[in-house]
């Protein structure tokens, strides 16, 4: 009989925890916007490290262009929009020659094309290796997708090339213990980083032993387990560990360098960035930490990586370093406001700030009223605040506040206030 009943309650909130959970949304649409208020055009800052985009469907349904928030705001109001979080390198589109004689709003002196802007499927409004949307139709319980730092893709977890969730690092509550993450196609690029300590690999994952193989016909870094796990993984995800002597890495002359001294360098690059930095550029290193040739390493196992904290302070800055990372297209890895991290960061701060002012601003309005204004406005909240109460206090919670319950609380306000004057 107990259960009987159950179905009739209806769940309720209290007013405190309605008001936190519209600041945290109001905290999440700004860490997404990164503080932009969405008030003016962003091109003419021109391609931006990283910025919110946002593509038009209705537009360019071809998934060819992206714009700023504030375009797709005031341009593109009743369109179909897509979310695509936050891009690198990217400049507003909206308005130029692919969006045909529809011209931006707010900055309409646009050229015809953003040459350096990069777009993937994302833009059409399909993600992963499966090019399903987000959310999905066909799907009932949405499942929570993760972005690889480098092709910007997302991906399911399903979709990482792990064998199991369980490889991707977690805390006890199911939080991420990795910063940034590196999808299975992309971690061939970034065979030099099995190079560094084990402190760049987020902890937690499941973790396996990593050789080399020095066939003549291909050098290919082996893993003997599926320890490189997904965008998900943790510290020593693919990590140089080595359980035995025969763990080894070829070099660029073709010899080989055991794992475990490969590590060894590794451990020592963290000392040697943070020395080798007075030279004449910051950012340059006078010796590489690694000290083997970046550029021709053997190809890692395309696995998923999963990185920890500050990773990307660990990163050598050598000249031959900084050649390789221009070689491969990957020097963004070296900016640390580059990083999801850092752009959330900066949103916070300009939160804080935007909400600062805004208290700033009120306080400055109501110390310039006088005496009289100021106990008049004193009194109305005080009068606000009674008359709420006394609703609340009426009021039936089996039912549901609607529009004309708040005009009722304004209208006995009204009255109260005539029978007063």
Not at 41 to 70: E, H
Not at 190 to 216: E, H, M
């Amino acid at each position: 009989m107990d259960g009987a009943f159950e179905d009739d309650n209806e769940q309720t909130i209290t007013i405190n925890e309605y008001l936190n959970k519209v600041e945290a949304e109001e905290l999440e649409a700004d860490l997404v916007l990164g503080g932009d208020e969405g008030k003016e055009c962003t091109y003419t800052m021109g391609y931006m490290k990283r910025q919110a985009i946002f593509s038009c469907l209705t537009c360019t349904p071809d998934g060819s262009a992206g714009v700023c928030t504030a375009c797709s705001l005031s341009c593109h109001d009743g369109h179909e929009i897509v979310e695509l979080w936050t891009k690198r390198n990217f400049r507003c589109d909206c308005g130029n020659s692919k969006f045909g004689e529809f011209f931006c709003k707010l900055f309409p002196k646009k050229d015809v094309e953003n040459a350096e802007n990069s777009y993937n499927h994302n833009f059409k409004g399909l993600y992963c290796t499966c090019g399903r949307p987000y959310p999905d139709p066909d799907v009932e319980e949405q499942e929570e997708m993760i972005q690889c730092i480098m092709c910007e893709d997302w991906f399911h977890e399903e979709h990482l090339g792990l064998e199991s969730s369980n490889e991707i690092p977690r805390d006890e509550e199911g939080e991420p213990l990795y910063e940034d993450f590196i999808c299975k196609t992309c971690s061939a690029i970034c065979s030099f980083l099995i190079l560094y300590p084990q402190t760049i690999w987020a902890a937690g994952g499941k973790r396996g032993d990593a050789t080399v193989s020095n066939s003549k016909d291909k050098n290919v870094l082996e893993d003997t387990s599926s320890a490189c796990g997904s965008r998900n993984l943790k510290n020593d995800a693919c990590s140089p560990c080595s359980s035995g002597d025969n763990n080894a890495m070829a070099n660029a002359n073709g010899d080989s360098v055991p794992v475990a001294e490969a590590s060894v360098i590794g451990e020592s690059s963290e000392k040697n960035i943070s020395s080798n930095q007075s030279t004449k550029d910051a950012n340059l290193q006078s010796t590489c930490v690694l000290g083997v040739d970046t550029v021709n390493l053997p190809v890692l196992e395309s696995k998923p990586l999963f990185l920890s904290k500050n990773w990307r302070d660990v990163l050598c800055r050598c000249e031959k370093c900084l050649d390789m990372y221009n070689q491969k297209h990957i020097s963004y890895l070296l900016d640390n406001e580059d990083s999801i991290a850092e752009y959330e960061k900066m949103a916070k701060q300009k939160r804080e700030e935007k909400l600062q002012k805004q208290e700033g601003a009120e306080l400055s309005f109501f110390n310039k009223l006088g005496h009289v204004e100021k106990m008049e406005i004193l009194s109305g909240i005080a009068d606000f605040k009674e008359e709420f109460r006394t609703f609340l206090d009426s009021f039936d919670t089996s039912k549901t506040i609607t529009s004309s319950d708040v005009h009722q609380i304004f209208e006995n306000l009204a009255k109260k206030r005539r029978r007063v004057e």
